[in-house]
């Protein structure tokens, strides 16, 4: 045989050579689920961190939204539910929040934590793919976004997308870190945020027009857009599935 050439496997080892690559696909698969739950765990300790709320001010996030009881709220990327709970607080018994995730893990600690403040009958949990779920219905009176604009992939869609959901005098609220110093030190690099004025122009493009802006946080943009009434959203009639709202 040619010393480079490589032996023949013995039929009678095949199994064992399948059963070792059968554990090792197994082990590096469980090995990735168990950094992702890792990953999960210390991404919702970061956004419930007591030490939060002193750049966040959630209290007078709610206060400047002025909302009202029997209010509906879409709540994108709720993650924790560090505002799903304070927007079902502020709606009332007869309001809604949805709150929309793409991590299971995020929206079941989210539940918990809207179940043990007796606020379940006003929430619903809708884990959705990165694009979104299909909007229709026209009765909500906010999207509300608080730190996942930079996480879309195609922003501009995504938010042409929540149209149907809104009523006509609805709002999109959008809050997110600056893309400069303004943000301080963050547990992430800068380069995927988006500036107050990108984030301005894209909601023109997505048919919306900036209606506040609000200045009191010292980390984020905070800005509210209103929607541009058009005769038939073709981005958003153009959709064949089923409406989940
Ligand atoms: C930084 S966290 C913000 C969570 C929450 N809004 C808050 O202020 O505490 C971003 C969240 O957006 C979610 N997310 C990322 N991409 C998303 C997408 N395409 N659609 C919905 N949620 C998304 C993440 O899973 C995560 O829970």
Redesign the pocket.
């Known amino acids: 045989m040619n010393e480079r050439s490589t032996p023949p496997v013995h039929p009678s080892k095949r199994p064992t050579m399948f059963y070792l690559l059968f554990l090792a696909i197994l082990a590096s698969l469980t090995a990735s689920c168990a950094q992702k739950t890792w990953d999960i765990n210390r991404?919702i300790h970061a956004?419930e961190r007591p030490e939060r709320d002193q750049h966040q001010q959630p209290e007078k996030v709610i206060e400047a939204l002025n909302l009202a009881p029997g209010m509906m709220v879409i709540?994108?990327?709720?993650?924790?539910g560090?505002?799903t709970r304070r927007l079902a607080k502020a709606v009332g018994d007869n309001g809604q929040v949805i709150a929309?995730?793409?991590?299971q893990k995020?929206l079941k600690y989210n539940k918990r934590q809207v179940e043990k403040r007796g606020l379940a009958d006003r929430v619903r949990f809708i884990l959705?793919g990165?694009?979104?779920p299909i909007f229709s219905g026209n009765n909500a009176d906010i999207v509300f976004?608080?730190?996942?604009y930079h996480?879309?992939?195609d922003q501009i869609d995504?938010l042409a997308n929540t149209k149907p959901a809104l009523k006509p005098n609805g709002r999109v609220v959008i809050i997110d870190y600056y893309n400069d110093a303004r943000s301080g030190t963050l547990g992430f690099s800068k380069q995927h945020l988006v500036s107050k004025e990108q984030v301005i122009k894209d909601m023109e493009q997505a048919g919306f027009t900036l209606t506040k802006e609000h200045t009191f946080l010292p980390r984020q943009y905070f800005l509210e857009f209103a929607p541009i009434q058009t005769k038939g959203d073709s981005r958003a009639s153009s959709k064949k599935w089923a409406p989940i709202l």
């Open positions: 991404y956004l709540d994108i990327g709720a993650g924790s560090y505002f929309i995730d793409v991590e995020m959705a990165k694009e979104g976004l608080c730190d996942v996480h879309l992939e995504y």
